[in-house]
């Protein structure tokens, strides 16, 4: 039981988190087999970086969240810069440029989850973020 936090189940898995602790659970392939853990959806400035020759200085924040994100890139040159917004099962759920240093994203039309951003260059991705939206 976490003192302060919450937990998001869904046919996917189970997020709990508690202060600065986030753990995702697979449930595994769907035919009951594997269960995997992850550590670390800690306010979005980790990341997984596609390319190791572009520095992509991003973060995302608040993370996890209940409603809205924002996806703050710096010191890049915007040009051919976009996100996708993916759900926990890979679907593309929103497809967007990023114009600006500091980027709106609303999470309010969606169910709480786990959930994926993804930052490309020239259709290339350059680095992902995984997020997680509670109730």
């Known amino acids: 039981m976490n003192a ?25 392939n769907g035919n009951g087999n594997g ?12 990341n997984y970086s596609k390319s190791p020759k572009i520095k992509l200085n991003a973060t995302i924040y608040p993370n996890p969240t209940k409603d809205y994100i924002y996806l703050k890139v710096e010191n890049l040159n915007f040009e051919h ?13 929103l497809q967007s440029k990023i114009e600006n240093p500091q980027t709106f994203i609303s999470l309010l039309p969606y169910p709480a989850g786990a959930y994926f ?6 259709a290339r991705e350059e680095v992902s973020y995984q997020i997680l939206k509670v109730n």
Do not use: W
């Open 81 to 93: 810069l976009q996100f996708n917004l993916l759900s926990e099962d890979g679907k593309l759920i």
């Open 117 to 122: 951003i993804k930052i490309y260059r020239n």
């Open 4 to 28: 302060l936090g919450n937990t998001v189940i869904s046919k996917f898995g189970i997020v709990a988190f508690s202060i600065g602790e986030v753990f995702y659970t697979n449930k595994g």
């Open 35 to 46: 269960y995997s853990l992850f550590e670390g959806i800690q306010n979005g400035n980790g």
